[in-house]
């Protein structure tokens, strides 16, 4: 789903929570300041992909088969050398990664020692509120000195070596890490 898609998700909703029903094609096109047929376009591109179902010629006939989830974005983490670890609360919504009774967050990373896995400075990582990851999973790191990072974790020989995912960057190699969290999902916003 694109993050248009995303958008024209949660309003309508949004919209149906409000007023009780769904919003018509022409509200949905100036909410999103897009004319009526790239609107349609984007309700089209929702029902292929099993998200809303339309009622063949129903005004207002849109149902969410996918409800949108509001995770909280608790900060931001280093995907480089490791950074202070600052709270800055905000909202992300998401729908698809996340499962009922899990807790999750996100945050927004920067840096670019994970462009190998395909995360990119700027990007929101999903995390899943976890204290144990297994070898080569993505985790939000915590470190003695209180800074985070956003690493692969694998354990040798007693230590523990948190792996970038760019060939320029060395890893660190550390005695002891606090998981925060696991990597379940990435965000970009285009």
Sequence with gaps: MTPRQLEAL????????????APTLKELADHLRVSKPTALSLLRRLEKG???????????????????????????????????????????DLFGVVRP???????????????????????????ERRSTARDGETVVALLPDGQATLKRLYRDNGRIRLQPANPALEPLIVDDVAVQGVVVGLYRKV
């Design 50 to 92: 099993r998200h809303i179902r339309r009622r063949a010629y129903g005004h207002r006939g849109i149902e969410v088969l996918t409800p949108v989830r509001k995770l909280p974005v608790v900060g931001r983490i280093a995907a480089g050398r490791p950074i202070e670890a600052i709270a800055q609360p905000d909202e992300l």
């Design 101 to 127: 009774g899990r807790e999750y967050f996100v945050l927004q990373v920067r840096g670019d020692s994970m462009v190998g896995d395909h995360v990119q400075d700027g990007d929101y990582v999903i995390c």
């Design 10 to 21: 949660a309003f309508v909703e949004e919209f149906k929570g409000r007023h009780g029903v």
